[in-house]
Nanobody, 120 residues
Framework: VQLQASGGGLVQAGDSLTLSCAAS????????MGWFRQAPGKEREFVAS????????YYAHSLWGRFIISRDSAKNTMYLYVDSLKPEDTGVYYC??????????????WGQGTQVTVSS
């Protein structure tokens, strides 16, 4: 499984941004895909996940409201839309994948991450 995150960059506070994660290597119908982020000097934290088959989503409670996770099965791509960006959203955003049989919070595969920097 290969995961390629993209879409990060330098943005202004209040802007919105859509990150993409291109997945390849196998069919993902039995996978859950997730987004994580790691701010400078902090531990990596869970943002959101989506079940590839059916599209059921789950969000970190503390981040509820400004993040929308989605996927395009035809393109094998997952997205994370972030609205009203804040400086505290700065960090490296990672996409990850796990089999539905892998017990959370463990993920089996990780992408390389994409940097998001929000200036005030």
């Amino acid at each position: 499984v290969q995961l390629q995150a993209s879409g990060g960059g330098l943005v202004q506070a209040g802007d919105s941004l859509t990150l993409s994660c291109a997945a390849s290597g196998r069919a993902f119908s039995n996978y859950i895909m997730g987004w994580f982020r790691q701010a400078p000097g902090k531990e990596r934290e869970f943002v959101a996940s989506i079940r590839w088959s059916g599209g059921m989503t789950y969000y970190a409670h503390s981040l509820w409201g400004r993040f929308i996770i989605s996927r395009d099965s035809a393109k094998n791509t997952m997205y994370l839309y972030v609205d009203s960006l804040k400086p505290e959203d700065t960090g490296v955003y990672y996409c990850a994948a796990r089999l539905t049989t892998t017990e959370a919070p463990k993920y089996d595969y990780w992408g390389q991450g994409t940097q998001v920097t929000v200036s005030s």
